[in-house]
């Protein structure tokens, strides 16, 4: 059997990149496929050609992780696009964004849009941000889709895989996603078609950007409740700095218990005081 990718998913539409060929067919699950499990982007599926526009689906391998919001299945990494202006930098909502990525099992890197936008000063604020969540453990890029900037060490640094662009509506999601894909692409497609995949929670689309490597985007988020997904307890498991410390109680909500390491790293500018109070701020 050859292996293919599910990019398209819509309705009643499947759409299977085969691996051996590059081309692009119509994937018709079998009756047996079907009964065990539903079929998104991101499904690595196996089968084989049976005529020249379509895939007979025999098999769905085993997904590693699914996100929601939009289903998609498989995702390497999210890419959580933020700003520090237009919209103004929001360090609790990346904060949010940032533990729900990670208890969904996929990994979240950080990238700076619109950094055109930026003077001097802020360039330098924008730096302190960067080392705090480097610090933290994140990879973190700049970028600006407008003119370009960055876009090429994003594209290597994203290659391979499935990527899906996330963060609040404004930052420039659907800007990056076109730098990325290029104008060669169905991207004038999505902007014309915006109704269609990007902001309804049924289409999903990824697109390739290179060899083996796919990207596709959610709808904005302006915020997001991280308890809605995760018990309280748990929160502190999601700041990655917090896992690099042994407290006098394993069981330590790093709040008001004595001899707490990660409150002690706080005092000490290991851990920053930010990143803290957005833990607090969640679980208060
Ligand atoms: P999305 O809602 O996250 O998909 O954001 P869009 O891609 O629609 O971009 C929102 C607005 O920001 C648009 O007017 C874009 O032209 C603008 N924009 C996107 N990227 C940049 C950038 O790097 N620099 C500047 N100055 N504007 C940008
Ligand atoms: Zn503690």
New binding site residues.
Partial sequence: MKEGLVIDREAQMIGVYLFENKKVYRGIPRKKVLKKTKIYAGDYVYGNVVDTGTFAIEDVKERKNFLVRPPVANVDRVVV?T?LK?PEFDNFLLDSLLIVYEYFKTDPVIVF?????LDDVEKKELERWINIYKDAGYDVSS?????GEGIDSLKDFLEGGISI?A????????????KLVGVNLEVREISEKTKRG?HTTTGVRLYMFQENSFVG?TP?FSSVDALYFMDKKDVKNYFREFLRYRCKFPNCTHTDEPECAVKEAVEKGEISKKRYNSYLKIIF
């Fill in positions: 696009v700003t237009k849009n619109k950094i055109d936008l970028v600006s889709a407008e003119t662009l963060g609040a509506s404004g930052v420039g999601k659907s800007s990056i996603l076109s990007r985007d904005g």
